[in-house]
C-alpha cells in the first residue's frame, strides 16, 4: 500500500518539454493499463489529465502525453507553458481492488 | 455538468468519529462509482474508498476497519465515516466520481478541510 513513487520537483522553460515518472511495483503500475495523471493547483481539486496510461480526456491540450514501461509510468508535458506550472500526481488500480496514488510532483516552469 | 459539494464538521475531537457527506447535483448517484480521497497539508494524494449505486464498496487496506462509506439515492448524496480519529487523519476531503472505469475520479468536489484536535 505504499504510494508510487515520484520525483519531488521537475523544471523547464517555456517551450521545453518535461518528463515526471511514476514508479510502482508488479501489483498495481506493472499490472494493470490504469494509470491516471492529476493536475493540481494549490488549494484546487485535482483535475484528471490523462486516463488509462495514455488517454486524455476531452478539453485537456496535447502537450500532455503518457506512457508506461513495466512498473513505471510518465508523463510529458511538451511546450511548457506558465500555466502548466502545478503539482502532477499519478495513481494506478492495484491488487485487491484498491488505488494508490502518487507521492506528487512540483513543477516549476522557469 | 455534474457537480459534487463536499460538506461536514471542520473539527473532529480525538477517538471520535468524522462524518462527511457529498452532494451530488447535475446527474444521479444512481450510476457509477464515488469515491472519497483525502489529502493532508501539505502532502499527497490518499484514496480511500469507493461505493457503487449497487451498495457495492471497496476500501484502502490499511483504513478499511475503521471506514463506512454510504449512499443516499432519495438525497443524491453518499457519505464517509471514518471512527477512532487521530491528528493523523486531519486533511483536505475531496469527493469525486469514477465516471470512467478505473479512474479514481474523473470529477471531483472542491474539498473540505477536517482537523482532528482536542
Known amino acids: 500500500q505504499s504510494a508510487l513513487t515520484q520525483p519531488p520537483s521537475a523544471s523547464g522553460s517555456p517551450g521545453q518539454s518535461v518528463t515526471i515518472s511514476c514508479t510502482g511495483t508488479?501489483?498495481?503500475?506493472?499490472?494493470?493499463?490504469?494509470v491516471c495523471w492529476y493536475q493540481q493547483y494549490p488549494g484546487k481539486a485535482p483535475k484528471l489529465i490523462i486516463h488509462?496510461?495514455?488517454k486524455r480526456p476531452s478539453g485537456v491540450p496535447d502537450r500532455f502525453s503518457g506512457s508506461k514501461s513495466g512498473n513505471t509510468a510518465s508523463l510529458t508535458v511538451s511546450g511548457l507553458q506558465a500555466e502548466d506550472e502545478a503539482d502532477y500526481y499519478c495513481?494506478?488500480?492495484?491488487?485487491?481492488?484498491?488505488?494508490?496514488f502518487g507521492s506528487g510532483t512540483k513543477v516549476t516552469v522557469l | 455538468q455534474v457537480q459534487l459539494q463536499e460538506s461536514g464538521p471542520g473539527l473532529v475531537k480525538p477517538s471520535g468519529t468524522l462524518s462527511l457527506s457529498c452532494d451530488v447535483s447535475?446527474?444521479?448517484?444512481?450510476?457509477?462509482?464515488w469515491s472519497w480521497a483525502r489529502q493532508p497539508p501539505g502532502k499527497g494524494l490518499e484514496w480511500i474508498g469507493e461505493?457503487?449505486?449497487?451498495?457495492?464498496?471497496a476500501y484502502k487496506p490499511s483504513l478499511r476497519s475503521r471506514v463506512i462509506i454510504s449512499m443516499d439515492k432519495s438525497k443524491n448524496q453518499f457519505s464517509l465515516k471514518l471512527r477512532s480519529v487521530t491528528a493523523a487523519d486531519t486533511a483536505v476531503y475531496y469527493c469525486?466520481?469514477?465516471?470512467?472505469?478505473?479512474?479514481?475520479?474523473?470529477?471531483w468536489g472542491q474539498g473540505t478541510m477536517v482537523t482532528v484536535s482536542s
Open positions: 508488479s501489483s498495481d503500475v506493472g499490472a494493470y493499463d490504469y
Open positions: 495513481s494506478s488500480y492495484a491488487d485487491n481492488a484498491f488505488y494508490v
Open positions: 488509462d496510461v495514455s
Open positions: 447535475g446527474g444521479s448517484i444512481s450510476t457509477d462509482w
Open positions: 461505493i457503487h449505486e449497487s451498495g457495492a464498496t
Open positions: 469525486a466520481r469514477e465516471g470512467k472505469a478505473y479512474v479514481p475520479g474523473d470529477i
